[in-house]
C-alpha cells in the first residue's frame, strides 16, 4: 500500500495529493525518539542528512550478517552473493538518474569526493595556464575548493557569476563569463544554503555552446526533483547517499562513457586494475577504472535501498508534499518580527535560511535544540555567500518528505522563545 493517496481538486480536475506523512514517518525509528529533557525530536536539519528508514537499516545488517564479503574477488558463495548486490545497485542508480549504461556510474565516498576526482583527473588532464573554470556564487565549499586548487596548480583562472538579492545566478552575466577559454563549469543543481533551484538545463546548454564541459553537484537536487541526466546533457553529475535516506560515507560520480574513459585514474591499488608487474600496470575497464581498493559495499546496498524507498513513494510525490510545506513554513516564518529570510527565489527546495534580529544564530540553534528542535546554524559551507548577503551566518530549516505543518508550527513558537530571551 503507497504512503500516497489520491484526492479530487473538483469536479474535472485530478490531483496527486500529498503524502500519508504519518504512515512515511513510522519508517523512520529516530523520529519517534525524545531528546533534551523527553522532547520530543523535531528534526529540521535535512540538508545536513536525512534520517534513514528502517528498510536501509535492515538491508545494512542482512548485509553483514548474511552476505559479508569482498566483492569482485572470489568464487565463493558470499563473495557472488556481495558481489552480485553491490552490482545490481549500480543498475538501480543507473536507472535513478537516467544514465545510458552502468559504465557511467562510479561510486565514491559522496559528492565531495566526486568532485575532486574530476577535478584530478579530467581538470589535471584539460585545464592548463590561462584556461578558466566557472562556477557561481551560492556554491558549497565542495564545489569551490577543488577548483580553486586546480586553478593554483595549472596556472588557471576561477572566475565566479554573481547572483542577485533573491540567491539567483543573474544568467546574462553568467553568459557573459564563457569565453573560449572556459575548459570546466561547475555549479549545483540547488543550493544548500539558501534553496535556490538553479535554471541548470539552461546554464548547460550556454556552457557547452562555449565548448565547455559541465559538472552538476548534485547533493541537493536528487533528493528534491526528478533527474534524467541524458535529458540534461550534462557531462557530470555528482551526488551523496546520506541526503536520500541512504547511508553515510557512498556517492555517486555519473560521467558521460567516452569522457570517463578518456580520463586517467586517480587512486591506485586494488580492483581499479587488470594487470600489475614492476614494468607496467593495465588499468580496467569503466567504472573499475576510478574504485581503487575495497568500497563500502555495505553502503552501496544501502544507498540503492534507500533509492528503492523514494522510487516506491514517487519523487514526484514528495516534491509536492515538499514545496508544499516550504510555502506554509516561509509564510509562517514571516509572522515573527525581526525575521528575515535569506534567499527567496522563486524557484527553491525546502530549505530556509533566515536571521533574527538581534540574535547571533548559534544562539538561536542553541535554544531551539533546548525544546527539541534541530536545524542548522552557522556558514553551512558556503563562506563566500555568506559575505555575499552580508551575514557572518544564519539560521537553517530544511525540511524533507517526513515532515509536517506541525513541525513548522513548532519551528515557530520556538523561535517566539527565542525572542523572549533575548527581548
Not at 547511508?247 to 586517467?264: H, Q, S
Request: charged fraction near 25%; charge should be negative; glycine fraction near 8%.
Amino acid at each position: 500500500m503507497s504512503a500516497a493517496t489520491e484526492t479530487q481538486a473538483g469536479p474535472s480536475s485530478r490531483i496527486v495529493d500529498l503524502l500519508d506523512v504519518e504512515r512515511v514517518r513510522r519508517d523512520f525509528p529516530i523520529l519517534h525518539r525524545t531528546v533534551r529533557e523527553n522532547r520530543k525530536l523535531v528534526y529540521l536539519d535535512n540538508a545536513a542528512t536525512t534520517q534513514k528508514p528502517q528498510q536501509v537499516i535492515d538491508r545494512i545488517v542482512r548485509y553483514y550478517t548474511e552476505e559479508n564479503s569482498n566483492v569482485h574477488r572470489g568464487v565463493h558463495y558470499l563473495s557472488e552473493v556481495a558481489t552480485a548486490a553491490y552490482e545490481n545497485a549500480r543498475t538501480t542508480v543507473k536507472r535513478f538518474i537516467g544514465a545510458r549504461d552502468e559504465k557511467e556510474i562510479v561510486f565514491t565516498r559522496g559528492t565531495t569526493e566526486a568532485i575532486n576526482l574530476v577535478a584530478q583527473t579530467w581538470g589535471r588532464k584539460n585545464v592548463g595556464a590561462g584556461d578558466e573554470v566557472l562556477i557561481t556564487a551560492i556554491e558549497h565549499h565542495s564545489n569551490i575548493v577543488p577548483w580553486q586548487m586546480l586553478c593554483d596548480e595549472k596556472g588557471a583562472r576561477l572566475r565566479v557569476a554573481p547572483v542577485n538579492d533573491a540567491g539567483e545566478v543573474l544568467i546574462d552575466e553568467f553568459q557573459k563569463l564563457l569565453t573560449s577559454r572556459t575548459k570546466l563549469v561547475a555549479f549545483g543543481h540547488a543550493s544548500n544554503a539558501l534553496g535556490t533551484i538553479n535554471p541548470i538545463r539552461k546554464m548547460i546548454t550556454l556552457a557547452h555552446a562555449a565548448s565547455a564541459v559541465v559538472l552538476i553537484d548534485g547533493a541537493q537536487g536528487v533528493p528534491h526533483l526528478r533527474v534524467d541526466v541524458r535529458e540534461l546533457d550534462c557531462d557530470f553529475y555528482a551526488f551523496s547517499s546520506h541526503k536520500i535516506y541512504g547511508p553515510t560515507g557512498v556517492g555517486v560520480l555519473y560521467g558521460k562513457e567516452a569522457i570517463l574513459d578518456a580520463m586517467p585514474p586517480w587512486q591506485g591499488g586494488g580492483d581499479m586494475i587488470l594487470s600489475v608487474s614492476f614494468e607496467k600496470t593495465t588499468y580496467n575497464a569503466l567504472p573499475y577504472k576510478f574504485e581503487a581498493g575495497t568500497p563500502n559495499i555495505a553502503g552501496v546496498i544501502g544507498m540503492a535501498t534507500a533509492i528503492d524507498y523514494m522510487d516506491s513513494i514517487g519523487i514526484e510525490r514528495i516534491a509536492a508534499h515538499e514545496q508544499n510545506l516550504l510555502h506554509y513554513a516561509t509564510k509562517r516564518l514571516l509572522e515573527i518580527d525581526g525575521l528575515r529570510i535569506i534567499g527567496t527565489a522563486a524557484e527553491k527546495a525546502c530549505v530556509i535560511s533566515f536571521v533574527l534580529e538581534g540574535v547571533h544564530p548559534h544562539d538561536i540553534g542553541t535554544i531551539l535544540d533546548e525544546q527539541g528542535i534541530a536545524i542548522r546554524t552557522g556558514h553551512h559551507c558556503a563562506q563566500p555567500l555568506m559575505m555575499r548577503f552580508n551575514v557572518p551566518a544564519t539560521g537553517r530549516a530544511s525540511f524533507a518528505m517526513y515532515n509536517t505543518r506541525d513541525e513548522a508550527d513548532a519551528l515557530v513558537a520556538g523561535l517566539e522563545k527565542v525572542i523572549e530571551v533575548f527581548r
